[in-house]
């Protein structure tokens, strides 16, 4: 039984000892460790300020009140925040692609989205997920949910599945330069541009922004369902409540999709020489 079980986890052994290797080259420097991870914590701060600024003129926005829109932007910045530290490095795929290095990923025995995914590990990254697990914290308190303990067993398995999403949505962008190795921009757009999307109550958005990040890109369910579920609020763009409850399933799916693009993208790599 271990035997069949090592070739399951022998990429996850590998990433967290690339990825541990970095942070120990990191840390021979903390000063500036520190001083980078703060400078990243302020800049999620200061897009949280801007949801706090907009609900400041509004009061509130389809019915959010400003807790419950915390609520929404700590969910969209504690899962992008723990995407981008996970695999935010596949977006460098085209520098590799051009640089030859690639090639060199392909021939070594540990699988080349692990490499290309902790290629250059940031622990400074921890600076946008730290702030947002804080405001969903605060966003919790201040909002006025029935703590059933369904919720309280389906908080963390929305965080998670949000941040696998995430991840999925960077793996498929960064596919893209499979093809057009000068797509990094195009990527960009899909993932901090849904960062910056899913940070608002889709409510306040036009029906087919609330339907194609629903049925296309899936990024209604990193926030914006799952504080449906948690607020027990009917979707006010119509769609269906059942909705709510698909989160972990779109994930699994959205999981599968991006391993797909990946192994797709591959198959027609032909090498930087050819």
């Keep these: 039984m271990a035997d069949a079980r090592v070739p399951v986890f022998r990429p996850v052994r590998a990433y967290l000892l690339l990825a541990g290797t970095w942070c120990r080259a990191l840390a021979q420097y903390p000063a500036s460790l520190v001083m980078m991870t703060l400078a990243t914590s302020l800049g999620v701060f200061a897009e949280i300020s801007a949801v706090l600024i907009v609900f400041g003129h509004a009061g509130r926005l389809e019915g959010f009140s400003l807790a419950e829109g915390l609520l929404v ?6 899962a992008f925040g723990c995407a981008d530290m996970l695999l935010g490095n596949v977006e ?9 290095t690639l090639d060199v990923m392909l021939v070594r025995p540990v699988p080349p989205l692990v490499q290309l995914a902790t290629d250059r590990f940031a622990p400074r990254r921890l600076g946008r997920i730290v702030p947002g697990t804080v405001i969903i914290a605060v966003a919790l308190v201040l909002c006025d949910i029935d703590w059933t303990p369904g919720r309280v067993l389906m908080l963390p398995v929305l965080l998670v599945s949000g ?3 995430c991840s999925a ?6 596919c893209l330069q499979f093809f057009v190795t000068g797509a990094r921009e195009a990527a960009n757009s899909i993932t901090y541009g849904g ?10 958005f036009g029906r087919d922004v609330v339907r194609a990040a629903t049925f296309v890109l899936p990024l209604a369910f990193v926030t914006w369902q799952p504080a449906l579920y948690l607020l027990d609020r009917p979707d006010p763009t119509g769609l269906p409540d059942g909705l709510r409850f698909a989160t972990p399933l779109v994930a699994v799916v959205s999981c599968l999709a991006a391993a797909a693009c990946w192994r797709f993208g591959l198959r027609h790599y032909r090498s930087t020489g050819s």
């Design 92 to 100: 460098n795929l085209g520098e590799h692609i051009r640089s030859g």
């Design 195 to 204: 960062q910056a999307l899913t940070e608002y109550p889709l409510a306040v």
């Design 169 to 174: 949505v960077w793996v498929v962008g960064a």
């Design 73 to 78: 932007a700590g969910l969209a910045a504690t």
């Design 163 to 165: 941040t696998a999403i």
